[in-house]
């Protein structure tokens, strides 16, 4: 239980171009979901914070109007990347919390979505 | 918030045991403490989580003493496979601050 997928699993743009990220938990509903960046040979750095039915919350320094993030449904979650450049080039990772599950503390990780800017 | 600081890499030796520890010394009341594994160009995978004193399942042991201000985990006997970056995550669902370790990577070796 608690399966996580993202898609794309990776994704070469052009600058100044969109792209859409699309995070679904499988075989549970997630109100809250989580968007992650990782650099190469970095740590995970928490983006913002999606809920279901309600505007995301960004953490210090993420834009929001750069990072959109739509939860609409207790199933999926999707972040685009407007006016991409190569500095957003990155490995993006979402993440979803079981509530019903007994370790409803723990968070459930995609794949992640690899995003080459050129 | 707070801060996690592991150390940057570790080798071992298959068969042995291994031990990771993240300091979190600003961790908050309601934070838990969970730790994950992750390979290359992949999602990080859950481990095990605690809140306080001893937790072990079929894969790890944690241990967070009283002042739950580190936490060690604990790999009973290492295999090759095992090598990869070892994470801890510390954090609540109440104020969705997540902070990660600056994260290990272990080494196994024949």
């Known amino acids: 239980g608690a399966v996580v997928s993202q898609h794309p699993s990776r994704v070469i743009c052009k600058s100044g171009t969109s792209v859409k990220i699309e995070c679904r938990s499988l075989d549970f509903q997630a109100t809250t979901m989580f968007w992650y960046r990782q650099f190469p040979k970095q740590s995970l750095m928490l983006m913002a914070t999606s809920n279901e039915g309600s505007k995301a919350t960004y953490e210090q320094g993420v834009e929001k109007d750069k990072f959109l993030i739509n939860h609409a449904s207790l199933t999926l979650s999707t972040l685009t990347v407007t006016s991409a450049h190569p500095e957003d080039s990155s490995f993006y990772i979402c993440?979803?919390?079981?509530?019903?599950?007994?370790?409803?503390?723990?968070?459930?990780f995609g794949p992640g979505t690899r995003l080459l800017v050129l | 918030l707070a801060k996690t600081t592991q150390p940057i890499s570790m080798d071992s030796y298959e068969g042995q045991e291994v031990n990771i520890t993240c300091s979190h010394n600003n961790i908050a009341t309601n934070d838990y403490i969970t730790w994950y594994q992750q390979f290359p160009s992949q999602g990080p995978r859950f481990i095990i989580q605690g809140y306080k004193t001893k937790v072990t399942n079929e894969v790890a042991s944690l241990f967070i003493p009283a002042d739950r201000k580190s936490s060690t985990l604990s790999l009973p006997r290492v295999s090759l496979s095992d090598t990869a970056v070892y994470y801890c995550l510390v954090g609540f669902s109440g104020t969705y601050k997540y902070i990660f370790g600056t994260g290990t990577r272990l080494k196994v070796l024949a």
């Open positions: 993440s979803a919390r079981d509530p019903l599950q007994r370790q409803r503390e723990t968070q459930y």
